[in-house]
């Protein structure tokens, strides 16, 4: 890992099992001076492996990536949002979040203190849940957590102002992917989720010709099915239970050539489109450049599926918007 090792504090097991999500890079030295990396920013800090070293008391090393003012500026703003009622007023504080989303995102602060903002205030999957999922990769983890919160900050630039229905977004964002978690879940199944939403109907082909099993295929096929019935099991999870639609549909294309179904889906309403491009902005992988880059990442990002309308109008309309929150802020001076 590249992080300087320089800036790191200790930090003791105790204070360690406080965090759910980690929050830096985490490191452990031997008694012989070696050094081993051992947990990265954005993954669930799991009870077993507190258990492990709390035997010994263990002091890690520790370089933080996040701030906690930041993320509780974030935090105020969407407590702030949620009891508010007139439409004007739901408005203007969605674009004071984007305002300060930008201020904050423009000068290279970490992509997690967004994160986890939103995670405390919206996630309502159970923790046994996001322990599943944790457990079948901790990539698909991360991939879910950010993905999340772009769905966050994708649907107030599209002006959809009310916290209920962003929260939803949010979670069906998170478990989209959740029918993955599977015995069969393996580097090929995450690797033809990626290829497929960069390039809508290559990801089966990829699989075929890398040699994947039956197993795999199917756990990759039948993914929007499974991750369809634990949103049916989760009753209460969501404010708008009709939304989870999305999840069925997600891989359905215009031109039939989609899963499971095989569809021809001609329309993708909005807030499809807003859960779509959240997750196919984030890879199932190990290293995400855009954490401490993410306005750039947003302007510059491109695919073959935002040329599938109107995912890209979901797309301009987040550009647009940031862009636009800055010549407000310009103009009030
Ligand atoms: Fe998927």
Known sequence: MKTNLNNSKPLQVKDLAKKSICDGHVYLTTKEGRQFYLLKPGILIEEAF????????????????????????FQTLFKELKYLQFEKDLRQKTIEIEVFFR????????????????????????????????????????????????????AMTNDYYHYPMIKDF??????????LCHESYSYFVAEACNRENSVPSSGKKWMELQGASVQEIST???????????????????????????????????????FPRGLPKGHVSSWEAIVLLASAMVDICDEYPFETNMMNYLKEFNNQKLKEIPVQRVYAKLCLSLDQVQNIKENAG
């Open 220 to 258: 990759y096929l039948g993914h929007p099915e499974k991750s369809y019935e634990f949103f049916q099991q989760q009753k209460g999870l969501l404010a708008y239970p009709e939304l989870k639609e999305i999840v069925l549909y997600q891989h359905e294309l215009s031109s039939g050539q989609g």
């Open 170 to 179: 949010y979670n069906l964002a998170f478990a989209l992917d959740i029918g």
């Open 50 to 73: 507190i258990k492990k070293y709390a035997i010994t008391q263990t002091t890690f090393d520790y370089v933080a990536v996040t701030d906690q003012l930041i993320i509780s500026q």
């Open 103 to 154: 201020e904050k995102f423009s000068r290279s602060s970490h992509f997690l203190n967004f994160a986890l903002a939103c995670h405390e205030e919206f996630c309502a999957i159970p923790r046994n849940e996001l322990i599943r999922m944790h457990e079948t990769d901790l990539h698909l983890f991360r991939k879910s957590l950010y993905s999340a919160s772009l769905a966050v900050i994708i």
